[in-house]
């Protein structure tokens, strides 16, 4: 990775869910956890992109995938995907019976036409 100082394993997650999203009501595809502070936030396929935003508004460069069964990080710095990296604080995923897209009750109808690809 290119930045691990910008890893703090003993930082716990901001939440079960994207707090900006929540924040207003929105919904997301998939979660995000900043290694650096802990915020969770909505990836770039969800239709607002809050990991991204919060790597931009902070400088925070390296995330964890936040969805059960996935390890991965990214390095927005260096762009780069790394398969693994050092344990995080629990809990690593969002609840197993979180629906993906979430949350249950948020998500509209035609999800699959709203997603942002590449």
């Not at 924040?23 to 990836?43: E, Q, T």
């Not at 995938?65 to 809990?91: R, T």
Request: charged share 20%.
């Amino acid at each position: 990775m290119t930045d691990t100082n910008a890893i703090d394993p003993s930082v716990p997650p901001s939440g079960s869910g994207c707090v900006d999203c929540d924040a207003v009501g929105g919904w997301w595809f998939h979660l995000r956890r900043c290694a650096s502070c802990g915020h969770i936030g909505c990836c770039d396929s969800s239709p607002a992109q809050h990991a991204t935003a919060h790597y931009k508004a902070t400088g925070h460069p390296i995330v964890r995938s936040f969805e059960p069964g996935e390890e991965w990080f990214w390095d927005y710095s260096g762009e780069e995907l790394y398969d693994s990296g050092p344990e995080l604080a629990p809990p690593v995923s969002h609840p197993t019976d979180q629906p993906s897209p979430g949350p249950a009750g948020r998500v509209p109808a035609d999800w699959a036409q709203i997603l942002r690809r590449g």
